[in-house]
C-alpha cells in the first residue's frame, strides 16, 4: 500500500540511543510534536536523567502515578543510584525491584518503541541505557456491555461485544472456562496495527482449517482494518459470490456455541463484530433463540425462517410470473379480482414490482441512515404515502403492495443481515427472469442460485453442508432442533475425528 | 479440477434422476402406445429386466473401477477400433443431451409458454448447463441432494393427489392382447429410463469407491423404476389407455386432473418444474459425460474449456435434430429404442467379450 510507506516513520528502525534527552527528541519530532504526546523528565541520584513518555488518554494516570512515578519518587531520595554499582543492569534492577507495574518488557528499537507508546504503553527512558522499558498499563474509555442491536433475542443472554477486543476475549471466557480455549494474536494493517485474535478450542478446531485462518490473515497486506468487515474479504473463499461465507455475530453466546462446534472466531479490535469461521449457509438461519427455547418451538421458529427465505426471494418473482404467463394457475374467481385491480394500472406487472421493490429498499435504506427522531415521519411517508395514496392513484395495484410488504417483512426474519441482504439481491435477478421467461424462468435461476450455492465452500468446508453433502445425524439441528439430549454430535464437515458431544444421560 | 469423488448418497440421487429424467414425460404414452390397458404389466416387467441392464454396467466398473467408458472400449477393441467406437458413444451422448434439451423446449412450447420461441428456452437451460458443468461434477452432485427432497415432495404430490380421480376400471379387462404385447411394451418401456443408465459407465471414476455401491445403485434404480410403474400405472388409471397414448405429454395432462376442495388445482405447472429438475440432471449428466468423454478420447488435460464450444452444438443440434414435435416423437417412438439398445446394451455386451477373447485386464492408465 503505498499510504503505508509514506506514513512510516522516519529512520524507524534505529536503535535506542544512550542519551534519554535525544530519545525524547526524536519522539517528539516523530509524532510532530502532537499535544498528547506526554514526556515527564526525572532526575535520579546521581545525575541520571530518566524520562516517562506516554500518550495522554491510551494510558491509566492514576496507575502511572502509583506504579511508575512514585516508586521512582522513593528512588531519588536514597543517597546513591543502587543501579550504578558495577555488575548490575540498570533496567533489570528497575523492571524487578523499583517499578510495581505488571507488565514490563524491554525495548531496543525506535520501532518497537513506537509501536508500545501508540498502542497505550508508558515508555520509560534511561540515561546510559541502549534499551527502554516498555510498561503496559493501557486504559481507554469504553462502551459497556450492552444488549445485542442487530441479532436481538427473546429469551436468552442479554450481552454484546463492544469495541474492545479484551472485553470480547472476556467475554467469550466467561463462557467458555478451559485451558483448551486458545487465543493467538497478530497484528493487522501496516499504519493501523489492530489487534486481531484467533480464538479456537485446541482439540475441536481441526489444524487444517487454523492454520488455514493463520496464513489467510497473515498474508493480508493492507494499510487499515477499521472492521471485521476489511478482512472478511480477505479470507473469504471466494469473493464473486453474493453469499457471505464468514459468519458474523455481535452475540458472545453464538460465538462460544460455534467455538465448540469446532469453528474458529476471529475478533477484531474496534469493532463489536467477531467473524466465524467455517460458515455455513444453514447457519444464517439459526438464531441463538433457537436453542433457548423449547425443541419444538426451536424447530417450527426455523422451518418458519426456511419459509420466509422462500417468500422473501420468490413472492414477487412469482407473481410477476403468474400475472404475466400463467394466469390458468389462479383459480377463476381470484383471477377476475386481480384483473379487476390491475385494470387501471398502466405498468406491466414487472414494472409495477420493480417500482414498488426500489421504493421499498429506499424507505428502508433511508430507515436505517436517518436520525432516530425522525424514523417515525419516514414510516408515516412510507404507509401512507407509498402504500395507500399509490394504490387509490392507480399507479400500482393493492396486491402488489401486499406482495411487497410480506416480502419485506418476510427478509427480516432472517436472523443475519448478511443472509438477508444477498436475498434482497438476487429477488431482482428472478424477478427479471420471471418476467421474461416466467416459471421456467424462475425455475432457471433457482437451478443456477443451487449450483452456485453447492460450489461454495467456506474453509474448505461445502457451505451447503450438512444438505449437501448430506449428513442423516446433523439434520437434527439444521431445519430443525430436536431436543438437546438427543443432539449428541458435533458437525461432521466442522471437528471431523471429534464428534461426540454428550455422553448418553444415565436415567 | 477438484479430486472429490461422490458420496453414495448422491449416486443414488443422481441415478433417480436420471432414469425418472426425460422418461416421466414420454414414456406413459410410448408404452400405452403398445400395450394399451395393460401397460402397467409392461412396466412390472420392466422392474425386472431393468436392473439386469444395470447389472451390465456394473460389470463394466468391475473391469476396472478407475476407468471410463472410453479407456475401456479402447483397452477391448484396440486403439483405433476402440477411438472409432468410443467416438460414435461421445455422439450418443451429445445426441441425448440435445434431445433432452428438445424435449423441455417442446414441452415448453406447446404447453406452458407457447408465445416463448423454442431458440429462447433452449439458449436458457444451454446456459445453466454449461454454468452446472463448470462448477464440476461434485458441485452437479451436491445440487442435486439438495434438490432430491423438493422433487420426492412434487412426485408423491402427484401420485397421492391423483388417488381420489382412480377409476379402476381403467384398467380391465387384464392381459386381454395377450403376453407377446406386454413384453413389446416392457421392451420400449426398460429402454429410456434404463439404457440411458449407460451415461454412469463415464462417470464410474469420479465416484468414491464404497463396499455397496453395486447394491446402492441397483437399489436407486429399482427405486427409479417403481416411480416409472406409479406413474404409468396412475395415467392408465386416471387418463384410461386411450387417452395415455394420445396425449402427447399424458402427465402433464395428468397433472391438470389434480382438483382438492376447488382450492388445490391447476398445480401442472408447479410439476412441470419438478419434471424440469429431473431433465435438468439427465441434461447436465450427458453434458458433463460428453466432455469427459471428449477430453478423454483426445488426451486433453482439462475439459472445462470445452463447455461453451460443445454447447454451441449441442444448441445447434438440439434445434436441428427434428422439424417439429410430431417427427421428434415419432422417431423417439419408433427408432430411439434401438438406438439406445446399440449403445447401452450392445455395444457393452460386445466389449465385455472382447475383453474376454483377449483375456487381459485394462490398466488404469489405457488411454
Not at chain 1, 428502508?364 to 401512507?384: D, F, N, W, Y
Not at chain 2, 440421487?13 to 390397458?37: E, K, N, Y
Request: net charge positive; proline share 6%.
Amino acid at each position: 500500500m503505498p499510504s503505508a510507506q509514506t506514513a512510516k516513520v522516519t529512520a524507524a528502525a534505529d536503535p535506542i540511543d544512550p542519551a534519554a534527552s535525544r530519545n525524547l527528541d526524536a519522539i517528539r519530532t516523530a509524532l510532530g510534536g502532537s499535544q498528547d504526546l506526554i514526556a515527564k523528565e526525572m532526575t535520579l541520584p546521581g545525575d541520571l536523567r530518566t524520562a516517562l513518555v506516554y500518550i495522554d488518554g491510551l494510558s491509566d494516570n492514576r496507575l502511572i502515578h502509583s506504579t511508575i512515578v512514585e516508586p521512582m519518587q522513593r528512588l531519588k531520595q536514597l543517597p546513591e543510584w543502587p543501579g550504578a554499582a558495577p555488575g548490575t543492569d540498570p533496567l533489570k534492577l528497575l523492571r524487578e525491584d523499583v517499578l510495581s507495574a505488571g507488565d514490563i518488557r524491554p525495548l531496543s528499537d525506535m520501532q518497537n518503541l513506537y509501536d508500545g507508546l501508540l498502542s497505550g504503553n508508558v515508555i520509560l527512558l534511561l540515561d546510559g541505557c541502549r534499551e527502554a522499558l516498555r510498561i503496559g498499563i493501557p486504559y481507554w474509555e469504553d462502551r459497556s456491555v450492552s444488549e445485542p442491536i442487530s441479532q436481538p433475542v427473546i429469551r436468552g443472554p442479554m450481552e454484546a461485544f463492544t469495541e474492545n477486543i479484551r472485553t470480547n476475549t472476556a467475554l467469550i471466557r466467561r463462557k467458555i472456562k478451559d485451558p483448551r480455549l486458545w487465543l493467538e494474536s497478530m497484528q493487522i494493517g501496516t499504519v493501523t496495527k489492530t489487534n486481531v485474535g484467533i480464538m479456537y478450542v485446541q482439540g475441536l478446531a481441526p489444524d487444517k482449517v487454523t492454520a488455514e485462518v493463520r496464513r489467510r490473515l497473515s498474508a493480508i497486506r493492507i494499510d487499515g482494518v477499521l472492521e471485521g468487515g476489511n478482512i472478511e474479504e480477505f479470507i473469504q473463499d471466494r469473493t464473486q459470490t453474493p453469499f457471505a461465507t464468514v459468519f458474523n455475530s455481535e452475540r458472545p453466546d453464538a460465538i462460544a456455541a460455534g467455538l465448540l462446534e469446532g469453528r474458529v472466531a476471529i475478533l477484531v479490535d474496534g469493532t463489536p463484530f467477531v467473524l466465524l469461521v467455517p460458515a455455513l449457509f444453514t447457519q444464517f438461519f439459526q438464531s441463538a433463540e433457537d436453542y433457548a427455547q423449547r425443541a419444538d418451538i426451536g424447530s417450527l421458529l426455523r422451518i418458519l425462517r426456511f419459509l420466509c427465505l422462500f417468500i422473501a426471494l420468490l413472492a414477487p418473482a412469482f407473481y410477476v410470473a403468474i400475472t404475466t404467463f400463467h394466469q390458468e394457475m389462479l383459480p377463476t374467481s381470484l383471477l377476475i379480482n386481480l384483473a379487476a385491480q390491475r385494470e387501471g394500472v398502466p405498468f406491466p406487472a414487472f414494472i409495477e414490482a420493480l417500482m414498488m421493490e426500489i421504493t421499498y429498499e429506499i424507505l428502508r435504506e433511508a430507515g436505517v441512515r436517518m436520525p432516530r427522531p425522525v424514523g417515525q415521519a419516514i414510516s408515516i411517508v412510507g404507509t401512507l404515502v407509498i402504500g395507500q395514496a399509490a394504490v387509490e392513484a392507480g399507479i400500482v395495484s393493492a396486491a402488489m403492495v401486499i406482495i411487497v410488504s410480506i416480502t419485506a417483512i418476510s427478509s427480516f426474519v432472517i436472523p443475519n443481515v448478511s443472509m438477508s441482504i444477498s436475498v434482497r439481491m438476487i429477488r431482482f435477478l428472478l424477478m427479471g427472469l420471471a418476467a421474461s421467461f416466467g416459471l421456467y424462468g424462475i425455475m432457471i435461476g433457482i437451478l443456477t442460485l443451487v449450483l452456485h450455492l453447492c460450489s461454495l465452500h467456506s474453509f474448505g468446508v461445502p457451505y451447503m453442508s450438512p444438505i449437501a453433502p448430506f449428513e442423516l445425524d446433523e439434520q437434527k439441528d439444521t431445519l430443525f432442533r430436536i431436543a438437546m439430549p438427543r443432539m449428541r454430535g458435533r458437525p461432521r464437515a466442522l471437528a471431523p475425528g471429534n464428534v461426540k458431544r454428550q455422553r448418553r444421560a444415565k436415567r | 479440477m477438484s479430486e472429490e469423488k461422490l458420496t453414495m448418497k448422491q449416486l443414488g440421487a443422481l441415478t433417480i434422476f436420471a432414469l425418472i429424467g426425460d422418461s416421466i414425460i414420454i414414456l406413459p404414452s410410448s408404452v400405452a402406445g403398445i400395450s394399451r390397458q395393460d401397460a402397467w404389466l409392461s412396466m412390472l416387467l420392466v422392474l425386472l429386466f431393468g436392473p439386469a441392464g444395470c447389472w451390465l454396467m456394473l460389470r463394466l466398473r468391475r473391469l476396472n473401477p478407475s476407468a471410463d467408458l472410453i479407456q475401456l472400449l479402447r483397452a477391448g477393441f484396440g486403439r483405433w477400433a476402440g477411438g472409432a467406437v468410443g467416438l460414435a458413444f461421445l455422439y450418443f451422448l451429445v445426441l441425448n443431451t440435445a434431445a433432452v434439451t428438445r424435449e423441455l423446449g417442446d414441452l415448453l412450447a406447446t404447453q406452458i409458454m407457447p408465445e416463448t420461441p423454442i431458440r429462447a428456452t433452449h439458449l436458457l437451460f444451454i446456459l445453466v448447463l454449461v454454468w452446472g458443468v463448470r462448477c464440476g461434477l461434485p458441485t452437479i452432485a451436491r445440487a442435486g441432494e439438495v434438490l432430491f427432497p423438493w422433487f420426492v415432495l412434487f412426485m408423491t404430490a402427484l401420485i397421492v393427489l391423483l388417488i381420489p380421480r382412480i377409476e379402476v376400471d381403467r384398467i380391465r379387462p387384464i392381459a386381454a392382447e395377450g403376453f407377446p404385447t406386454i413384453l413389446h411394451g416392457s421392451i420400449v418401456a426398460v429402454v429410456y429410463p434404463f439404457a440411458e443408465l449407460i451415461v454412469f459407465a463415464m462417470l464410474w471414476p469420479a465416484i468414491r469407491p464404497a463396499k455397496k455401491l453395486a447394491r446402492d445403485f441397483m437399489l436407486a434404480s429399482l427405486i427409479g423404476g417403481i416411480v416409472m410403474f406409479l406413474v404409468v400405472f396412475i395415467s392408465v388409471l386416471v387418463l384410461g389407455p386411450y387417452l395415455t397414448a394420445h396425449q402427447v405429454y399424458p402427465t402433464y395432462a395428468l397433472a391438470k386432473k389434480i382438483s382438492i376442495g376447488h382450492f388445490l388445482e391447476r398445480v401442472e405447472a408447479l410439476l412441470a418444474i419438478s419434471w424440469m429438475i429431473s431433465l435438468f440432471f439427465k441434461g447436465i449428466l450427458y453434458f458433463y459425460a460428453s466432455l469427459s468423454g471428449i477430453a478423454r478420447l483426445f488426451g486433453l488435460r482439462e475439459s472445462r474449456a470445452l463447455a461453451t464450444p460443445l454447447a454451441t452444438v449441442v444448441y445447434g443440434l438440439a434445434f436441428a435434430m427434428a422439424p417439429n414435435l410430431v417427427y421428434f416423437n415419432d422417431v423417439g417412438i419408433h427408432f430411439w429404442p434401438y438406438w439406445d439398445i446399440t449403445f447401452a446394451y450392445a455395444i457393452p455386451l460386445a466389449l465385455l467379450a472382447a475383453l474376454a477373447i483377449r483375456g487381459k485386464k485394462p490398466s488404469p492408465a489405457a488411454r
